[in-house]
């Protein structure tokens, strides 16, 4: 039980619980305390003293942050002894401070400049004390002042404890005492990401922004939701003269957008902690604090040069491009449409929706695509990367995406961390995987064919052999059984089909996984009991298991593993499945999927489509004709293979640029070159708008309001925080506008689409738990500040249940069968000698997103990256008589691209990695159309290839 402690505090009784300090019960009080060395997401430190009170009862000074409250306490924040010695420590500080104020960048959000200013202090009237020089930094991120370093730590502290990196530490003692890497090497020469957290936490300018767009303070600052990944971190957009100068972690001040954050609550989840208010508490934010260099500096890419300001049309059929009025565009994307729906009914028609839209526009656009085009032939970009977890683990366990979130999975005893790569793809992850090891010994199996940057934190690395996850997880849950391991409470209450599944795991002992994965029987045992023991064990997933042509039953087989453990739902732990784009989850909840209505309702359910057909007001007629299409319809890449055959005439492609992201990158462009018609809507001219006949100039994702969904099914805001250029319009202001010119008008509110969602997606209904005054919406209205309700309540604690396709009641094993697991046949996933005798891994690096059609035009996250390059084992580089920055033509039996060779002791001889996100070499070119069949996502994660040296 907790205490409760009354305390005095500037004259007035308080109330605080045991354990608090006293600055955190005087914040709680809004009674101010300066500091400079505290932070709220950091362990108290006591460096600066700054924060220094009386206790009037004992006379003695204490330092606030690291003394907690006491019965009987009196004490004065702001006594004349706490401000004479609070003066003087200021005083000291500023004497070893150069006396740059009017020219130094953090400007007014110096913490030290503006405790001086409150204390009365100018000059610090003491002998001046040594300080050191700038350091030069070669890296176009930060730079280093440490003539203004005031040794609070805090860039040590959130390098050591909340990105868990350990680059920096203090060199040297005494007045040569200064934050410094391990042999006082540069930055870029260090393991040092970039990620900025150490900037955004340094209260002076002694760790500053390197190449800044404006230098100084500014008087605008927007919350919002970072776009670059689907961790969903939560940012502050800086604005100068309608252009955003800078990003920052959200830091928990009150926001400037009428005092609330972007957090609205989790799809399907309540609040982690029961009793908790949604409507943002500082530190309940994804992130905590922390961010990395796509969220410090992706901005950059949506405010570079080329954007589109105006729709583009081709009047002439094959002529150039021309400019022309959004009338004139909008007639010419309905005369195309119309034309093709005439020639070959709704089913010669497809819209491709994007995961880098809002929820409430990838709504519209399939309400669009249904009612107005009569097509279902509609899918999203998450299709080539989180479809098999989708529907792999909504077969299972009636969840399509992750079971928990980021908190839960932080005090989890064993994590296990497959098929992913969270330090590159989603660092808020990796931060939090990193945190449980070290903060809270967490266990980390970690199961990679390549060495990331998890592996110091492991338990236990194995490195299987790729494409053959299913085999090792298969081979662990037989481990589990056959020592009786399993969690049969569970088993027995929760699930069915067990039986089926148990005899299914028969080939799959420690000695024929072995043979398959190449991993030790020993590891495989010990990877087994550790993770069957566990209390509470996670797994964190990505594409590294689903991009293979059997990476949904892999999926399923992780679901096995959860439930053979009870490691699902609220006393368990939780599979945590990463999302390669931001609205990945929201996309396919809202229903740009060919097989579901929003809150995936089964297409082919006739009370769902009911359901929809009156909220929509469709006028059905005696015979059923008018309702909504009840024939499931294709996915991504069956669009792509419809166009080939000349059966899809026209396409309407918003947000995603297939030409590019696509395996088989030269059939695909054809294919989209062959349509009879092609509109592209999107923020930049890409590689397949340049194929389109109509183009149209889109918002992006800091230029609108709405929301998205994160990897964990949280809904949190995107707020608009400077103006489209030029013509630009919101997506979901182009798609009703275009509804209005086909003859069947979309119309909404901001506040109407909002509701809607809320009353049709049960997912969604009552997303947060307090009154939340929603921002600037779909169409650029403003929300009103409360809902039609008046207040929202909390949404109950459990897991995202469907109807349709998904169980509803018990969690379903899923047997393994024979064609799922890889025998002696390599297949796509070994050398073969066709495309040659190194084997391909691609996956995500760390400075682009994506396929990288926007952060590549990023100035800073290109000038560290500016090329593609692909790495290999030193080995291999002797055997090829190649050279480490050697450009090498990398050749597949599908394709072939150029990349400069790096060397890298993280891969095994024989095995080589490229990234996917260099739109002037994409790794997907080297890969075939080969699908996995109950999922439809191509296999993208490894092939055959050979190298070639480009010149001498």
Known sequence: MVE???????????????????????????????????????????ACRICLVEDEKSGALLASCVTPIGPGMVINTASPRVLERRSMIVRLMLASHPDSCVVCDKGNRCELRQIAADLGIGLAGLERVYSPAIIQEVNPFMERDLSKCILCAKCIRADHDMVVEGVIDYMDRGFGARPSTLADVALEQSECTFCGTCISVCPTGALMEKNRVYSGSTAKAVDTTCPFCGCGCTITLEIKDNRIVRAVPFNGRVPSNNGRSPFIGVAGHGPPEAGVASAHVPGREVNKGTICVRGSYGYEAVQSPGRLQRPLVRKDGDSAFEEASWEEALEAVAAGLNGAIGAGGP???????????????????????????????????????????????????????????????????????????????????????????????????????????????????????????????????????????????????????????????????????????????????????????????????????????????????????????????????????????????????????????????????????????????????????????????????????????????????????????????????????????????????????????????????????????????RVQYVRKAVDAPGESLPDSEIVMRLAARMGSPIVYTPTQIMNEIEDLVPLYEDPCETEIARPGGVGGGQFPGTDRRGRRFAVERSRRLHKGQFPSAFDRFHPVHAEDSPGSNPGPCQPDGGGGGLLLLAGTGLYRSGNGSTTSRSRRLKAIEPESYIELNESDMVALGISSGDMVKVISTNGEVAARAR??????????????????????????????????????????????RIGS
């Open 347 to 713: 089913q010669s028609v497809a819209v491709l929706g994007s995961t880098k839209c809002t929820n409430e526009e990838n709504y519209i656009l399939q309400r669009f695509a249904r009612t107005v085009l009569g097509t279902n032939n509609i899918d999203n970009g998450s299709r080539l990367s989180s479809a098999g977890t989708r529907v792999g683990l909504g077969w299972t366990l009636g969840t399509p995406g992750s079971t928990g979130c980021l908190e839960e999975l932080e005090i989890s005893d064993v994590i296990m961390v497959i098929g992913a790569n969270p330090s590159e793809s989603a660092p808020a992850v990796a931060y939090a995987i990193k945190r449980a090891v070290k903060q809270r010994g967490a266990k980390l199996l970690l199961v990679d064919p390549r060495m990331t940057k998890l592996r110091p934190f492991a338990h236990l690395w194995l490195r299987p052999r790729a494409g053959t996850d299913l085999s090792l997880v298969s081979g662990m849950a037989r481990v589990i059984i056959a020592e009786g391991l399993q969690d049969d409470e569970f088993v027995t209450r929760r699930t069915d089909n067990y039986a089926d599944y148990k005899a299914s795991l028969a080939p799959f002992s420690p000695e024929d996984v072995e043979k398959a994965t190449g991993v030790a029987g020993a590891d495989l045992v010990e990877a087994a009991r550790t993770f069957a023991g566990a209390e509470r064990g996670s797994i964190v997933c990505g594409n590294g298991i689903t991009q293979y042509v059997n990476g949904t039953a892999t999926a399923m087989a992780l679901a096995n593993l959860a439930m053979l453990t009870g490691n699902i739902g609220p006393h368990g732990g939780d599979i945590v499945a990463l999302q390669r784009d931001n609205n990945g989850q929201g996309a396919a909840d809202m229903g740009a999927l060919p097989g579901f209505l929003p809150g995936f309702n089964s297409v082919q359910d006739p009370e769902a489509r009911s359901k929809f057909e009156a909220a929509w007001g469709m006028d059905i007629g005696e015979n059923g004709t008018g309702g909504l299409p009840d024939w499931v319809g294709d996915t991504a890449l069956e669009m792509i293979g419809k166009a080939q055959e000349g059966r899809l005439k026209a396409m309407y492609v918003v947000g995603e640029n297939p030409a590019l992201s696509f395996p088989g990158k030269e059939a695909v462009k054809a294919a989209l070159a062959s349509l009879d018609f092609l509109v592209v809507q999107d923020i930049f001219l890409t590689e397949t708008a340049k194929l389109a006949h109509v183009v149209l100039p889109a918002a992006g994702p800091f230029e609108k309001e709405g929301t998205f969904t994160n990897l964990e099914g």
């Open 903 to 948: 060397i890298a002791g993280t891969l095994e001889a024989g095995t080589v990695f490229m990234p996917i996100s260099f739109p002037e070499s994409p790794a997907n070119a080297l890969f075939g159309i080969e699908l996995d069949s109950r999922s439809k996502l191509p296999a993208l994660k490894a092939c055959s290839v050979r190298l070639e």
């Open 4 to 46: 409760t402690i009354t305390i005095t505090l500037n004259g007035r009784e308080v109330s605080g619980y045991s354990g608090m300090t006293v600055l955190e019960l005087a914040r709680e009080s809004g009674v101010d305390i300066p500091t400079l060395c505290h932070h709220q997401h950091l362990a108290p430190y006591g």
